[in-house]
Structures are given as C-alpha cells and as structure tokens.
C-alpha cells in the first residue's frame, strides 16, 4: 500500500524489517463536532526500521514526532495504516495482544518523572510495569528492580528515595530503567537528552548505545537536536506537517540532502564559522497549521526550490520571493476573513486589523521591477482585495503562479542508496533541487 516501500527497497536489509509502519494515520479530532477540523498530526507516514537499528526523527516542533511515536505505540487510536512488528500488525491487537505489545515496546520520555506520582519511590516507580504485567513474585520483582538500577549507575540505596532528590540525568536512568523493566526489544526515545547539561547529554547517550547492544534493543529516537540525531543514528526520517519528506541514511542524509525542506532544515543550523554559513536558505516563518495544510506539497508555502511556471523561470530569488510573500498575506487575510463576523465587518466597510494592502503591495514590490505580465497580476490581486474579493485575488494569483507544487501531493522517490525523498523536483520533467539552486553553496557543511 505504500508509496515508501518502491524507496525502501533499495535499502540492504537482511530479511524482513522489524518494525513496519505503512501509511500511518493519526488525526486529533477534538473540534468535530464544532465542525472544526481534524489536526492531521501524522499523515500517511511509511517507513522501515530493522532490528538493532536506530532511526532518528527530527522536525520542527509540532510537525507530529511525538505523536508518530505514541501511534506506533498505540497509546493514540490511529485513523489510518499498519505498523507491523516481527510481521504482525500491532493496530488489529485484541487486549490480550495489545498488553503484549505494551511489553515489548516502550517509550522514554523527554521528563520521565513528569507523570509519575511525586510520592512514589524510585524503586515503586521501576517496579510498576512489572506489577501491573504481574510478573513473576514480589521478591523476583525486588530484585530485578536492582538488578536495572545498577544496570543504568544508579545505587542500591537508590531504591527508597524520590524522584525529586535526583538530578536530571540521574530522573532520565530511572526512566530508562522503568521502561527496560519488562525486557522490551523496540524503544520509542522521544527527546531523551534534550532537557539535559550538554555533558549529562553524552553520558545518557552513551549508555542508551551500551544498552542497545547489550540487549539487543531497536530504537527510534525522536530529537530536535540535529547533532545528537548525527551521532547515533543509523538511519533518519525528515518529518514536516505529518508527513515524511526524506528518509535515508545518516551520514548521507546529513551530507547529499535532497529533499528542500531537508536542505533547508540542515542550512539553518547555526554554523561555527559566521562566513561559512553566509548562503544559508532561510526557514521563513512557522510552518502552516495542520488543520488547514497547504494543498499539494506540504512544504510548498515556504519552499525556496519551488517549481515555477516556464514564463517565470526568470525572475530573481528576491523578486519570485516577495510574489511569494505577497501571496501568502492573501491567504492569510481569505482565511481570517473567512468568519462570519470578518465577512459582515468587511460588507459594512467597517476596517480590520490588517495593513492596507497597497501598502503591503508598496512595501514588497516598490523597489523590485517586473515584467509587465507579472506587475498587472500583481496590481490587479491588489485592486480586488481593496474592493473586499480577497478570495478573487487569491484565484488570479494561483492562476498566474501556481504550479505542480501546489496543485499534487508529491510521491515518495527513490533518490539513492536506500533514500528516499517526497518532491516534484525529482521527476523526470524538472531540474532536481540540488541542480536548482547552487547546490554547493546551500550544502550543510
Ligand atoms: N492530544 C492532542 N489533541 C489535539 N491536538 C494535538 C494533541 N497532541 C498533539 N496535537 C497537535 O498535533 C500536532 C503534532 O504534535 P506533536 O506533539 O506530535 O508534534 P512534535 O513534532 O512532537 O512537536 P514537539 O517537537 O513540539 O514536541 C501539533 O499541531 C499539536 O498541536
């Protein structure tokens, strides 16, 4: 079914992968039935891990990390897709099942402590799964829980003391300990070092690694911090508004990018050397709401390797940059006048919030010149807002610069050694993002 598996293919697996995740849905609908729309938090998500491997998540925050690793968990009902595990699909788990999974898949948290009782020991805390899973006798029970708390350094006279007397480093090897209890073999990690000293950071990393051979354990680690994601990834899934961008291996993906939102996710890492990082793309803005995603490709709203009409191909960065701009505050303004109240005020004459779009108009173009074509389009967009059809204006700018991009959902394209980029570019028609712009100049480095 998905459209990952043409790319994963080409990846050196030996047998099947682990753990399968295959069009993966999770959408939160706490508004329906206000008639909101659904968050699309995880969109169609595909992808492999093998076993022993560690596969990195990175993003920007609320592009649905977190909630990928809570669906592959089933701690979130998931609307759509399969995860398999060893082949078998942990979404169709009756109870008995689903306990199971429980077991052999875990997660450790950013703040382990953060949803655990303040008044329960260190060793109570450790202890719970294998209560709640009533596993083997209580002395066999006290004991494991030491063996697991000089396994991560922790002491035996640990064990009846609070979470609130450890540092939190020392919170983050309770968590780990509590969640290796049950002898998991998959660990979800989400941001485990991110709330830690840089130096607390390695030695938590180094014994999650030393843990993970020892035992065998397969991770996914969902990080922020693209460095750590570097270091100990095998492999690594870009993620934007719910949905995969790329996927490949690390030392690859870090160094040939091919997808934009990659690029320009990796150039936005703030370099040693200020002179080095002079060509770096820039991010602009936040990414778009998951309610409301761009049609098209997700990232096409804040591209800059966006394909354009032919009769545009001409115009510079900085000009394609402010139409780009330009449209954006118009889908900003159809959006936010599309309530009753803005419609009403808007009839009335009665003003809004917003800049006078002449002046927006002024303030991007006025000291940019444009073919006549392209400023009659742009001075037209401008009179129809004026005139309250913000919605017209919005139809005449697509017409006139709308492409591909924004009209299909991109495929996932096999786009190297056992990578994987989603993006219109790497069709056959197009120029691919690295021959667009100079490809040399925007390389993270
Ligand atoms: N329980 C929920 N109900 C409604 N929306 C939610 C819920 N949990 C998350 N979301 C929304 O889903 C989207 C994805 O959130 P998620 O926490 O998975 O992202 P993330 O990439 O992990 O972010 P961060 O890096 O900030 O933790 C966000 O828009 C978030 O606001």
């Known amino acids: 079914m998905s459209d990952s598996t043409t790319a994963d293919d080409s990846r050196r697996t030996a047998g099947e992968p682990h753990l399968t995740v295959d069009g993966l849905r999770t ?11 659904p968050v699309k938090a995880v969109d169609g998500v595909s ?6 491997e560690t596969f990195g998540i990175v993003g920007e925050s609320g592009c649905g990390k977190t909630t990928l690793g809570r ?27 689903l306990k199971e999974w429980r077991r052999d898949a875990q997660m450790v948290y950013q703040n382990p402590m953060s949803s655990i009782n303040e008044r329960m020991t260190v060793g109570e805390i450790v202890r719970e799964p294998l209560e709640v899973h009533n596993w083997e006798s209580a002395a066999r029970r006290r004991e494991r829980v030491q063996e697991l708390l000089d396994r991560v350094g922790l002491r035996p006279e640990h064990y009846h003391r609070y979470p609130h007397q450890f540092s939190g480093g020392q919170r983050q090897r ?6 290796l209890a049950l002898e998991p073999e998959f660990l ?3 941001e485990p070092v991110s709330a830690l000293d840089v130096s607390v950071q390695a030695k938590i990393l180094n014994l ?23 270091h100990i990834c095998d492999r690594v899934g870009v993620m934007y508004l719910g949905k995969l961008m790329e996927v490949g291996p690390t030392e690859r993906l870090f160094t040939a990018p091919q997808n934009p939102y990659t690029r320009s996710l990796l150039s936005a890492i703030p ?29 096409s709203t804040r591209c800059p390797f966006k394909i354009r009409q032919p009769e545009h191909e001409n115009l510079d960065d900085e000009q394609w940059a402010a139409i780009a701009e330009f449209r954006r505050v118009i889908r900003e303004r159809e959006r936010a006048t599309a309530t009753t109240l803005q419609r009403a005020k808007q009839r009335l004459g009665m003003g809004t919030e917003f800049t006078p779009i002449r002046e927006v108009n002024e303030e991007l173009f006025g000291s940019l010149t444009y073919p006549e074509s392209v400023e009659s389009t742009l001075n037209q967009a401008t009179e129809l807002v004026e005139g309250g059809d913000v919605t017209e204006a919005r139809a005449v700018l697509d017409e006139t610069f709308s492409t591909v991009c924004e009209h299909e959902p991109p495929e996932q394209h096999a786009v190297g050694d056992g990578q994987s980029s989603r993006c219109h570019r790497h069709r056959e028609e197009y120029r691919e993002p690295g021959e667009y712009l100079d490809a040399e100049k925007y390389l993270p480095r």
């Open 27 to 37: 959408y939160y609908e706490s508004e329906k039935f206000v008639g909101g729309k």
């Open 47 to 52: 992808f492999e891990i093998g076993r022993g």
């Open 71 to 97: 669906s592959i968990l089933q701690l979130e009902d998931v609307d759509d897709g399969r995860v398999s595990f060893d082949g078998t699909d942990v979404t169709t788990l009756g109870r008995r099942g």
């Open 174 to 179: 309770i968590g780990i300990a509590r969640a």
């Open 188 to 190: 979800v990690l989400d």
């Open 208 to 230: 999650l690694s030393d843990l993970q051979e020892e035992f065998g354990l397969t991770y996914m680690l969902i990080a922020h911090d693209l460095s750590v994601v570097r």
């Open 271 to 299: 370099q040693p050397d200020p002179d080095v990082g002079a060509d770096r793309i820039t991010l602009r803005g936040t990414p778009p709401n998951p309610r409301d995603p761009p049609s098209g490709c997700v990232f």
